[in-house]
């Protein structure tokens, strides 16, 4: 293989398509400039695996940005990011970043072409944010939606609001969807600490006063589960109904209390394997998809302080057998991988919900909706009202 067939191999795996076709105007002008962008430039360093595809086109964005006046090439490498697996968040905190580091005028035309490719890839516009004080601490809402039912999103521990992200605009067809933060985690880092699993309870029903819905339709996954249950418990005439993702009814004490002592004497980054290991399929490791890094970088980012209050927080669990008489729509929404709340343990919790509905999702692990998104939308939305039904609030 000689450097121009190495070349446009290279092109075409980093840039997509034929640079022979999409560079055939710079070959016209200057044969010579072609060549030297092909076999000096794509058989040369952009070639060599030091530095890999995704983080070459990252790093790409991040320098044309940065020089400016050259919006046309700077598009060509955010599709190209979009093609090498970056997400639509990380770009856009990439235009935050050059802001910073090359002004803001700079990083507002970057974040500009970044949208418009968005916009051309189908990427739908980020949630709207809303600060919300509760009692003791203050969180973020996302919302996306502006009409029909409420749906109220509770994410996993260790994660925030944004692990409902690859599910929330399928959604908000006909809803209003609003995931939070809950304490200890994201915006609300640092929120006073030691706390109950009845005080999350409250938070979620605290942000519903703050959103002005007498009721909403509550989801939550792993803890976010357990939290929605809690609250179901508590204040069962606000929720309309309730959907428990890969969670538990009951605490797994020791297994917390290590947990919760691990972040304690060993740090965060001890922490990242067995959860991510436990959270993903080996499939999704190998690949690392947005949905994988971010889960990384925030278990990573996490407050030691945080991560043990939320373990020892969640052996405080106390409401299995108390839905047994809960009056409102339930689905139980099972991973049939899931190697943290099996199926066996899910099946269970249906069981002692009567009249709730069991569903068990093919090839889905405990992080349903950073892994198999389009599964847990499917049957959300097959669950939930949507806008032709009668509005909660």
Not at 241 to 250: C, K, V
């Amino acid at each position: 293989m000689d450097r121009n067939e190495r070349g446009l191999r290279e092109y075409a795996a980093l840039i997509g398509g034929s640079a022979e076709e999409q560079l055939a105007g710079i070959r016209a002008a200057s044969p010579h400039m072609y060549e030297t962008m092909i076999e000096t430039g794509f058989a040369g360093p952009m070639a060599r695996p030091e530095l890999g595809r995704a983080a070459r086109e990252l790093a790409t964005v991040a320098v044309i940005a940065a020089l400016g006046g050259a919006d046309d090439k700077l598009a060509v490498h955010v599709r190209a990011a979009l093609r090498q697996g970056i997400g639509a968040d990380e770009l856009r905190a990439l235009a935050e970043h050059v802001a910073l580091y090359a002004g803001f005028p700079r990083g507002l035309t970057a974040l500009s072409v970044i949208d418009e490719v968005l916009a051309e890839a189908g990427v739908p516009a980020p949630a709207r944010l809303h600060k919300v004080r509760l009692e003791d601490h203050e969180t973020v809402v996302a919302q996306v939606g502006e009409s029909g039912p409420a749906m109220l999103l509770s994410h996993s521990l260790g994660l925030d609001w944004r692990m409902w992200e690859p599910v929330m605009h399928r959604l908000a067809t006909g809803r209003r969807v609003f995931a939070y933060d809950i304490r200890g985690h994201g915006s609300a880092a640092g929120s006073p600490a030691p706390f109950t699993m009845d005080q999350t309870g409250d938070d979620l029903v605290g942000v519903m006063d703050a959103l002005g819905l007498d009721q909403a339709h509550v989801v939550g996954l792993s803890m976010g589960g357990s939290i929605a249950q809690t609250a179901a418990v508590r204040h069962r005439e606000r929720i309309a109904s309730l959907a428990l993702l890969a969670t538990s009814d009951h605490p797994f004490t020791d297994a917390f209390e290590n947990r919760a002592r691990s972040g304690e004497t060993d740090g965060m980054e001890a922490q990242v394997a067995p959860t991510l290991t436990r959270w993903f399929t080996p499939d999704a490791l190998a690949a690392n998809a947005w949905g994988v890094r971010y889960a990384r970088e925030r278990i990573r980012r996490m407050l030691p302080e945080d991560w043990t209050a939320a373990w020892r927080a969640y052996k405080g669990l106390d409401v299995q057998g108390r839905l047994a008489g809960f009056p409102a729509p339930t689905l139980v929404l099972a991973g049939a991988v899931d190697a943290s709340t099996t199926p066996e343990i899910m099946s269970a919790i249906a069981e002692r919900i009567p009249g709730s509905t069991y569903v068990e999702l093919p090839g889905t692990p405990h992080q349903q909706t950073l892994e198999r998104p389009e599964l847990v939308a499917d049957a959300l939305d097959d669950f939930l009202p949507a806008a032709a039904d009668a509005d909660p609030r």
